[in-house]
C-alpha cells in the first residue's frame, strides 16, 4: 500500500497547489487532455512494465494491475494534467503588465 | 554501434516519440516553436516535479530499474536510468502538446462570447491558423 499512500499524498498536494490556476481554465480541453493521457498511459506503461524497463516490489504496491501495470502509475497522468498547463500558465503570467514582480 | 543493439532500444523509442512531437509543434507552431522560453521553463519544471515523485518512490522501496536488455544500463541516479529523464520530457511535452492544441480549438470556436482572451492558455499563439 506504500505507492498508494505516495500517489494519493503527491496528487493531494498537486491539487492544492493547481486547481486554484486549473478552476480559471477552459474545462473541456483539461478533461480531454486527462482522457487520452489515461489511454496513452494504459498502452505504454504496459509495454513498459512488460519489457521489465521498471519494476516493483509486490509487497509496496497494490496488486491491482491493469493488466501489468500497477493501477498506481495512473498517478503520474494525473500529474501531468494537473502540473503541466499550471505551470504554463503561472509562467505566463510573470510577463504581464500588472502581475506581481 | 550496431542498429540492432538492443540496450539503446528504449531510448531510441523515446528519441523517436519525442521527434514526433517536435515535428507536430513545429509544423502546427503549438509550443516550443511558439514560445520557446515559456515551453522550456515549463517542461523543465515539471520534469524537475516528476522525477522527486520518481525519487520519493525510489526512496521508498517502491519501484526500481528493472532487468530488461532493451536499457542502455547509464544512471542518472540510484536506481533512475538516463532513459527515465526522456520518459519525463515525453510525458510533460505530451500533455503540453495535446491540452495547448485542444485549447486552441476550443477558442478558435467559441469567439470571445463568454470572456476574453485572458482566460485563454494561448495568448501567445492566437494568431497562428491553418
Given at each position: 500500500?506504500?505507492?498508494?499512500?505516495?500517489?494519493?499524498?503527491?496528487?493531494?498536494?498537486?491539487?492544492?497547489?493547481?486547481?486554484?490556476?486549473?478552476?480559471?481554465?477552459?474545462?473541456?480541453?483539461?478533461?480531454?487532455?486527462?482522457?487520452?493521457?489515461?489511454?496513452?498511459?494504459?498502452?505504454?506503461?504496459?509495454?513498459?512494465?512488460?519489457?521489465?524497463?521498471?519494476?516493483?516490489?509486490?509487497?509496496?504496491?497494490?496488486?491491482?494491475?491493469?493488466?501489468?501495470?500497477?493501477?498506481?502509475?495512473?498517478?503520474?497522468?494525473?500529474?501531468?494534467?494537473?502540473?503541466?498547463?499550471?505551470?504554463?500558465?503561472?509562467?505566463?503570467?510573470?510577463?504581464?503588465?500588472?502581475?506581481?514582480? | 554501434?550496431?542498429?540492432?543493439?538492443?540496450?539503446?532500444?528504449?531510448?531510441?523509442?523515446?528519441?523517436?516519440?519525442l521527434a514526433g512531437l517536435g515535428f507536430l509543434?513545429?509544423?502546427?507552431?503549438?509550443?516550443?516553436?511558439?514560445?520557446?522560453?515559456?515551453?522550456?521553463?515549463?517542461?523543465?519544471?515539471g520534469v524537475a516535479a516528476f522525477l522527486a515523485?520518481?525519487?520519493?518512490?525510489v526512496g521508498l522501496g517502491i519501484f526500481f530499474?528493472?532487468?530488461?536488455?532493451?536499457?542502455?544500463?547509464?544512471?542518472?541516479?540510484?536506481?533512475?536510468?538516463?532513459?527515465?529523464?526522456?520518459?519525463?520530457?515525453?510525458?510533460?511535452?505530451?500533455?503540453?502538446?495535446?491540452?495547448?492544441?485542444?485549447?486552441?480549438?476550443?477558442?478558435?470556436?467559441?469567439?470571445?462570447?463568454?470572456?476574453?482572451?485572458?482566460?485563454?492558455?494561448?495568448?501567445?499563439?492566437?494568431?497562428?491558423?491553418?
Amino acid at each position: 500500500m506504500t505507492y498508494v499512500i505516495l500517489s494519493l499524498a503527491v496528487l493531494a498536494a498537486l491539487a492544492v497547489v493547481c486547481v486554484p490556476t486549473l478552476r480559471r481554465l477552459p474545462f473541456r480541453p483539461l478533461a480531454l487532455t486527462a482522457v487520452a493521457l489515461v489511454v496513452l498511459t494504459a498502452v505504454f506503461d504496459n509495454v513498459i512494465v512488460g519489457l521489465h524497463i521498471v519494476a516493483y516490489d509486490r509487497a509496496r504496491i497494490s496488486g491491482l494491475l491493469v493488466p501489468v501495470a500497477p493501477i498506481e502509475d495512473f498517478a503520474y497522468a494525473l500529474g501531468a494534467i494537473l502540473v503541466v498547463p499550471t505551470l504554463w500558465t503561472l509562467l505566463g503570467k510573470r510577463k504581464e503588465p500588472g502581475a506581481r514582480a | 554501434m550496431s542498429s540492432v543493439f538492443p540496450g539503446g532500444a528504449y531510448l531510441a523509442a523515446l528519441l523517436v516519440s519525442l521527434a514526433g512531437l517536435g515535428f507536430l509543434d513545429w509544423r502546427h507552431r503549438v509550443a516550443v516553436f511558439a514560445d520557446a522560453r515559456r515551453t522550456l521553463a515549463t517542461i523543465g519544471i515539471g520534469v524537475a516535479a516528476f522525477l522527486a515523485w520518481d525519487l520519493a518512490g525510489v526512496g521508498l522501496g517502491i519501484f526500481f530499474r528493472g532487468d530488461s536488455r532493451y536499457l542502455t544500463g547509464i544512471q542518472v541516479a540510484p536506481e533512475v536510468p538516463l532513459e527515465e529523464l526522456l520518459f519525463l520530457t515525453l510525458l510533460v511535452y505530451q500533455t503540453l502538446l495535446l491540452w495547448l492544441a485542444l485549447s486552441r480549438r476550443v477558442a478558435s470556436r467559441s469567439p470571445a462570447s463568454r470572456s476574453p482572451a485572458s482566460r485563454s492558455p494561448l495568448t501567445a499563439t492566437e494568431e497562428a491558423s491553418g
